[in-house]
């Protein structure tokens, strides 16, 4: 070989930066790989739930108060949040594309769909 290309060898580094790294290098036998699920049992360890006063929620006392923020109202059709009601059928809906659909709805359907939701709405 030419004396260049010997030298040129001998320059690189033995391992190139650029290619990814073996997992095996990365975490070494006993080493966890990422971030590991707590048990009830230590969550209520660390809580130290019997020094609480017992009207607050923790784990033990999954009882709450209401939420003072209102129900969310999802689309009767495809389950996205409804931002829209139609006021002929009463059904909620998504957006327009839904809308056109809702309105070629025959009215046995549309009594489905409010039964599902457990709105009893007897249409004109």
């Not at 607050?56 to 003072?68: E, F, K």
Request: glycine share 2%; with cysteine; hydrophobic share 35%.
């Amino acid at each position: 070989m030419e004396p260049e290309v010997v030298k040129a060898e001998m320059v690189l580094a033995p391992t190139l930066l650029f290619k990814k790294v073996q997992t095996v290098d990365k975490y070494p036998k006993g080493q966890s790989r990422g971030r590991q699920w707590k048990h009830l049992r230590y969550l209520l360890q660390a809580a130290d739930a019997s020094s609480m006063p017992p009207d607050r929620p923790n784990y033990l006392n999954i009882q709450s108060p209401p939420s003072i923020y209102p129900t969310k109202r999802y689309c009767d059709i495809t389950g996205f949040e409804a931002r829209y009601v139609d006021p002929r059928t009463k059904l909620r809906y998504a957006d327009p594309e839904v809308f056109k659909q809702i309105r070629m709805l025959p009215d046995e359907y549309v009594q489905r769909y409010l039964a599902l939701r457990n709105a009893a709405v007897v249409l004109r």
